[in-house]
Structure formats: structure tokens, C-alpha cells
């Protein structure tokens, strides 16, 4: 679905806001030691802040994890697994047997194809070769100055989860991907972020630690309190290209929860009036832009919200209403733009309770 560039976060991360309505439990404030932490990873920064000392040991932990994932599910590596599948134009390709490379990508196609069978192939990750094309990807932004038609027609043959097969030999373990059509190419990057988000949660509870943030790119996942012994507070910028970074549109009171932003405003090129985003119909083979230009999803885990929200902006907002409230364990909140080009608002009835209002 996306590259790093293909999801444009807009979220912001507050650690306690002034003069929040914040009713989480209540705890003396500053009362707790906390570490921040932060780096570089997946062409974005990271910033983890938690509760406890070793900084220097989590720190060294969390690049470690963050780069073993990389390597595993990046196109932007050349040697990554996922980019040697990708340029992979034989039938059936080994994987092996599970490892921490093999791991981290079943992970990610496992719920790529969940999340695809649930919206109807509106999220699909193999639109690869599209997103390229429209100069979104790993190629670099190239913005298209002439469409081609037939060359997007070719490329459609081979998008379609429905195209691509993950075949586990049960008496050994031993995996393969098979390709229905040799040109079809992967790419986690809708979903690659929210599941390393998840996956440094799991090493901060690992550790016992029970209050915690860990964004990366504007994905996050919170636990616990914040240092005010409150709800951690997660600002949504207004989905407009000259809002600033901390003109936010709302704010989220999250705990032990997974949350995603997805938006069109920011990520985009303009040729000859007409304007390209980067979110990739996998209907069409174009770039989608419709009234919805925000979409925020909560859920038990960031790597689901991260797919949901990429899911609803290919959708639109109707669509992507329909598709979280009919799950029990997503909420959503949706900026979108009126007929008179005002900003509007609609989220569903489980969203309310995360506002600070």
C-alpha cells in the first residue's frame, strides 16, 4: 500500500496536554522516572517514552528489533526478503523455516490478506508496481507527466492478493510464497510501521515495563499512564496542506490501545491543475482522492489500525464507516470536506469515549 512516503501520518504525539478534561486514573503528578528515547527507522524517526531507567540498553534494543524488521519486510533494502520476493519472477519461491526474517514478513502478509478479504481487496499491498509508477515508492517521487494507459493496464494483471499464495509444508514447517503471475510484487508498507510499533511494545512489556508510548512516523501504541498518572494524550492535525504540525483538529486519550492516521493532504504532487496522491486505488490503478481526508483508527494493535486506515481512505468515507463499525474492536474518526469545501467531521459511537473534548 505504501512506502514509508505512501502513508502520510498527520498525527502528533502529546505527552499531557494543558487543561485537558483527562478522567484516567489519577496518580500524583511527576511522581514517576521517565526515559525518552528516540532514532531513525523505516525512513521516519521513532520516540519511545516509558516508565524505568536502561535507556541506553533499550535503546540499543529497539534499533536492533527495528532493523531486523526492516530487513525482512523493506523494499527499500534491495537484500531485504521482501524485496528478493519481489524481483523473484519464478512461480514458487522458499522462504525456509521460521526465523525472525521469516517471522516478521508471515506476520505481515498473514494480516495484509486478512485485512484485504474484509474490504473487499480495497486494502491490497500488491499494488507495488502502482505505487512506483505513480511516483510514490521506493523508486523515488517521480512525478507522471504523461499517463499510460496500457502500461497501467498490464500492471493491473498482477495486482490482487488473490494472485499471491503463503504455502506451509505441515509435516516440516517449511514455507513458500507462490506467485499466480511472476510480476506481482509485495509491499507492507501500510502496515510495516503499526506492526514495529507493536512489536517494541512487546519488548517494553517484556520487560515489565507498564507505562509506556512508542510512536514511530505518527503510529502509536500507549499503555498505562502518561508521567501526569494520566491517559496519554494523541493530537490529529487538520487535514489541511498549509496546516501547521500542531494545529490539531482533536485530541485522543489513549491507553492500551493501537492507533493509525492516514491522510491525502500532505503526500501528493500537482501536474497541470490536476492533483496525484499517493494512496493507490487497487480498483482502478489510479490515485484515489475523495471527500475524506483523514481517517483515524483505534485498535487492540497498531499493525490493524495502520491497515484499516489506509484502507478507508481508498474507500471514502461511507465505506470506511460501514467497514469500523462492523468491527467490535475498531473505532474511527473521520475528517472529510464538505460540498462548500468546509471541514466536517464523523466517527463512530465507540470513538467518543477517546475524545478530550
Not at 528515547?37 to 521513532?46: A, E, F, N, S
Amino acid at each position: 500500500m505504501r512506502n514509508i512516503l505512501f502513508l502520510f501520518i498527520i498525527i502528533s504525539i502529546l505527552s499531557c496536554r494543558p487543561n485537558s478534561s483527562n478522567t484516567g486514573t489519577e496518580v500524583a503528578p511527576e511522581v514517576e522516572e521517565y526515559s525518552l528515547i528516540g532514532g531513525k527507522t523505516m525512513g521516519t524517526t521513532y520516540s519511545v517514552k516509558y516508565e524505568g531507567g536502561e535507556p541506553e540498553e533499550i535503546n540499543r534494543e529497539l534499533d536492533d528489533l527495528f532493523a531486523t524488521i526492516n530487513k525482512s519486510v523493506s523494499t527499500y533494502d534491495p537484500t531485504s526478503l521482501i524485496s528478493k520476493i519481489n524481483s523473484n519472477k519464478k512461480e514458487w519461491i522458499d522462504i525456509g523455516i521460521t526465523d525472525e526474517l521469516n517471522k516478521h514478513f508471515v506476520t505481515n502478509f498473514l494480516k495484509a490478506g486478512e485485512v484485504y478479504k474484509k474490504t473487499n481487496g480495497l486494502f491490497d499491498p500488491t499494488v507495488m508496481p502502482l505505487v512506483n509508477y505513480w511516483g510514490f515508492g521506493y523508486t523515488g517521487k517521480q512525478p507522471i507527466t504523461r499517463i499510460d494507459e496500457k502500461q497501467i493496464a498490464t500492471m493491473m494483471e498482477s495486482v490482487g492478493m488473490d494472485k499471491v499464495d503463503l504455502i506451509t509444508e505441515t509435516d516440516t514447517g517449511f514455507q513458500r510464497i507462490r506467485k499466480k503471475n511472476a510480476a506481482l510484487q509485495l509491499d507492507f508498507g501500510a502496515i510495516a510501521k503499526g506492526y514495529a510499533v507493536d512489536m517494541a511494545a512487546r519488548l517494553l512489556d517484556a520487560k515489565g515495563i507498564g507505562n509506556y508510548l512508542v510512536e514511530i512516523g505518527g503510529e502509536v501504541v500507549t499503555k498505562g499512564h502518561n508521567p501526569n498518572g494520566k491517559h496519554w494524550v494523541i493530537g490529529v492535525n487538520t487535514p489541511e496542506e498549509d496546516a501547521k504540525i500542531n494545529d490539531f483538529k482533536a485530541y485522543v486519550l489513549l491507553s492500551g490501545k493501537g492507533m493509525a492516521t492516514s491522510g491525502n493532504y500532505r503526500n501528493f504532487y500537482e501536474v497541470d491543475g490536476q492533483k496525484y496522491s499517493h494512496t493507490i486505488n487497487p480498483e482502478t490503478g489510479f490515485p484515489e482522492r475523495s471527500e475524506l481526508l483523514s481517517a483515524t483508527i483505534i485498535a487492540d494493535d497498531c499493525m490493524t489500525a495502520d491497515a484499516y486506515a489506509t484502507a478507508c481512505m481508498v474507500g471514502g468515507l461511507e465505506k470506511a464507516m460501514s467497514w469500523i463499525q462492523n468491527e467490535n474492536s475498531l473505532d474511527g474518526y473521520f475528517i472529510f470536506s464538505d460540498k462548500s469545501g468546509t471541514l466536517q467531521t464523523r466517527y463512530t459511537e465507540g470513538f467518543k469515549k477517546y475524545l478530550d473534548e
